[in-house]
């Protein structure tokens, strides 16, 4: 509201000083202007023979006169004259005056003369003779600025001539007074009413930023269910629209990070109550104290161990603090190398783990951080498989490229959740099967390390049809295989 205020303050400003302080300068110049360009007129017709009747049309304008000198100061045209008119009252003397200043001056010369008359337009008025200072008239009264130009011309006929005009400068006094009073009148409602209007348009865009500012305040306390309204202009609009839409995107990241919180909680919780309960029992009970009981202890350390690595591996993929120990390395011979991890399980729960590999496959990479990739797929597939508990992992070779897959018969993924399955955070089923090893961060680290190797990760699923996860790498080339 300021800034428009003071925009058209600014305004005002510069109209007052255009046409009122400078209107008298604008005039003299214009009036100025206008006699060079009538005596270079009459200058470029002076051997046309209706030169009278051109003269006579060029001057009909208010208040100029012309008069034509010969070289001996003899008068060749003289317009009709008039109370003003300065030229035709120049004496012999005075014209061959402005006849030498025009030659010392490259063929023109102007100047201005002040006329003081009791009423310079009376037919009265008394016009007095030139004396001193090229005819300045002295007299008591009111007085007008007289415009004098002197231009030589060549004429084939009488030789070299010089056409004088004079023309006054009429007083603006009265001019510039109507001015003011209206320009005043003018400024007052052109302020009132910017003020008004600066008003009504800082509120309409203010409004909905206070709005939104408002709601932004309670977004910080954490009440992600607000939502922003903004409008009036479009930049409002579309201002409100990203955030109603970053809160809503921060309403899910923080529904995930609880359910991430409970999920550790929970994987944490139970191998901690187990070492807790066989410790106490291998402690009160005699002859508890077994082997199989200390491995127990330690199977559930090792779990523990496996989902803090797993967290801290998540972390330092997301802060992009994992560095790559890459070589070439058989993926073939990596899968089948994590497949006998599940030995045991396979043994123990009637799992069934399929592998075809097809033709060895050679890729450039880090080998832990790869296992790390195929252990969590397949930990995945078996806490989701169906009742038929069977894995398979899939090994394609085609255009440079080598594709992982491993798929499990389980209820399968709607497809309104496929996108969100590789979010830190995520999970497409709140209640899973938990599996002997496992951390529920296994696709998070999945999709970190691919982008670390610049590959390509993938979902393919549907409910009742299992669920396909794969990873694309591309194939070492032959000349480094060798």
Same mark, same amino acid.
Request: aromatic share 6%; charged share 25%; hydrophobic share 35%.
């Given at each position: 509201m300021a800034c428009l205020t003071a925009f058209v303050a600014v305004l005002m400003l510069l109209l007052w000083l255009f046409q009122v302080v400078l209107l008298d300068n604008f005039y003299e110049a214009i009036k100025t202007q206008t006699i060079k360009k009538t005596a270079q007129a009459i200058a470029r017709n002076i051997d046309q023979q209706d030169i009278s009747d051109k003269l006579d049309r060029l001057t009909r304008q208010p208040d100029i006169y012309v008069r034509?000198?010969?070289?001996?100061?003899?008068?060749?045209?003289?317009?009709?004259?008039?109370?003003?008119?300065?030229?035709?009252?120049?004496?012999?003397?005075?014209?061959?005056?402005?006849?030498?200043?025009?030659?010392?001056?490259?063929?023109a010369v102007l100047e201005l003369f002040r006329q003081d008359f009791p009423n310079p337009f009376a037919d009265s008025a008394p016009k007095e003779d030139f004396r001193g200072d090229r005819g300045r008239w002295k007299k008591e009264?009111?007085?007008?600025?007289?415009?004098?130009?002197?231009?030589?011309?060549?004429?084939?006929?009488?030789?070299? &001539?010089m056409i004088l005009l004079s023309s006054a400068l009429t007083p603006l006094n009265t001019t510039s007074e109507t001015l003011k009073v209206q320009f005043l009148c003018i400024a007052a409602i052109l302020l009132l009413l910017s003020a008004v209007i600066a008003f009504f348009l800082s509120r309409r865009i203010a409004s909905p930023l206070v709005s939104l500012s408002r709601s932004a305040r309670v977004l910080a306390t954490g009440q992600y269910d607000v939502t922003f309204e903004g409008g009036g202009y479009r930049e409002v609009q579309e201002l409100s629209e990203a955030l109603t839409y970053a809160a809503g995107e921060l309403s899910k990241v923080e529904g995930l990070r609880q359910e991430l919180i409970a999920n550790v909680s929970h994987d944490l919780r139970t191998p901690l109550t187990m070492i807790a309960g066989y410790g106490e029992m291998m402690r009160d009970i005699p002859g508890e104290n077994t082997p199989e009981n200390v491995q127990i202890i330690i199977d559930e350390t090792r779990r523990l161990t496996g989902l803090v690595n797993d967290m801290l591996d998540l972390g330092k993929l997301q802060a992009g603090a994992h560095t790559?120990?890459?070589?070439?390395?058989?993926?073939?011979?990596?899968?089948?190398?994590? &497949?006998?991890?599940?030995? =045991?399980?396979?043994?123990?729960?009637?799992?069934?783990?399929?592998?075809?590999?097809?033709?060895?496959? &050679?890729?450039?990479?880090?080998?832990?951080?790869?296992?790390?990739?195929?252990?969590?797929?397949?930990?995945?597939?078996?806490?989701?498989?169906?009742?038929?508990?069977?894995?398979?992992?899939?090994?394609?070779?085609?255009?440079?490229?080598?594709?992982?897959?491993?798929?499990?018969?389980?209820?399968?993924?709607?497809?309104? =959740?496929?996108?969100?399955?590789?979010d830190r955070y995520y999970k497409a089923q709140? *209640?899973?099967?938990?599996? *002997?090893?496992?951390?529920?961060?296994?696709?998070?680290?999945?999709?970190?390390?691919?982008? &670390?190797?610049?590959?390509?990760?993938?979902?393919?699923s549907a409910p009742g049809q299992g669920s396909r996860f794969w990873f694309s790498l591309p194939l070492l080339p032959e000349e480094e295989e060798d």
């Open positions: 034509i000198f010969d070289r001996q100061g003899e008068t060749v045209y003289k317009s009709l004259s008039g109370p003003m008119s300065m030229v035709h009252d120049m004496g012999r003397e005075e014209a061959l005056g402005f006849f030498q200043t025009a030659e010392e001056n490259g063929g009264g009111k007085h007008t600025t007289l415009v004098v130009c002197a231009q030589l011309v060549e004429s084939k006929e009488q030789g070299t &001539l790559l120990n890459a070589a070439a390395l058989s993926l073939t011979d990596l899968v089948r190398e994590t &497949l006998l991890r599940y030995q =045991q399980l396979v043994e123990r729960e009637g799992y069934l783990l399929r592998f075809s590999p097809g033709e060895d496959a &050679l890729v450039e990479g880090d080998r832990s951080k790869l296992s790390q990739v195929i252990y969590n797929l397949i930990n995945n597939a078996i806490n989701y498989t169906g009742e038929d508990k069977t894995v398979t992992v899939e090994q394609t070779v085609l255009d440079g490229w080598v594709t992982l897959a491993v798929r499990d018969s389980g209820p399968g993924i709607p497809p309104e =959740q496929l996108p969100y399955v590789w709140k *209640a899973h099967k938990r599996a *002997a090893v496992g951390s529920g961060l296994g696709l998070s680290i999945v999709r970190g390390v691919v982008e &670390l190797h610049h590959g390509r990760y993938g979902v393919e």
